[in-house]
């Protein structure tokens, strides 16, 4: 499990190979609050990149939601213009067995032990 805290440059976040990323925000966040977030904002995105696909633009002081990935990866991007400062946020990112791939190796090692009592037996 690893922490951050704003300020935040765009980055992405990446889990392991058959894992999701989990994003959990944790005590206080506070960004400048405007109408559509356009002054001070975390974005975040489900992907690798700038392009992908939006899961949240949040400022002002709205707790965002746990949020979790479709695949490994997570873009972040914190922005922040020169007038007016709050506090910011601090989140947690941690890997979560993908639920799909994660019921594939239960699979894998279901079969493979089968396979070693049936060994063992004969
Ligand atoms: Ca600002």
């Not at 190979?17 to 489900?46: I, K, N, T």
């Not at 914190?78 to 947690?92: I, K």
Request: net charge negative; with cysteine; proline share 6%.
């Amino acid at each position: 499990m690893r922490a951050f805290s704003s300020p935040l440059p765009s980055s992405s976040f990446s889990a392991s190979p058959g894992y999701l990323l989990q994003l959990d925000f944790r005590d206080e966040f506070h960004l400048e609050p405007s109408d559509d977030c356009r002054f001070d904002y975390l974005e975040v995105r489900d992907g690798a990149h700038g392009f992908s696909k939006q899961l949240g633009l949040f400022c002002g002081h709205t707790h965002p939601p746990m949020i979790t990935s479709s695949d490994r990866f997570l873009w972040l991007r914190f922005h922040s213009d020169e007038n007016v400062e709050y506090s910011g946020f601090r989140a947690v990112y941690t890997n979560r067995v993908n639920p799909a791939e994660g019921s594939g190796w239960r699979k894998q090692l279901d079969s493979l032990e089968t396979n070693t009592k049936k060994g063992r037996k004969e």
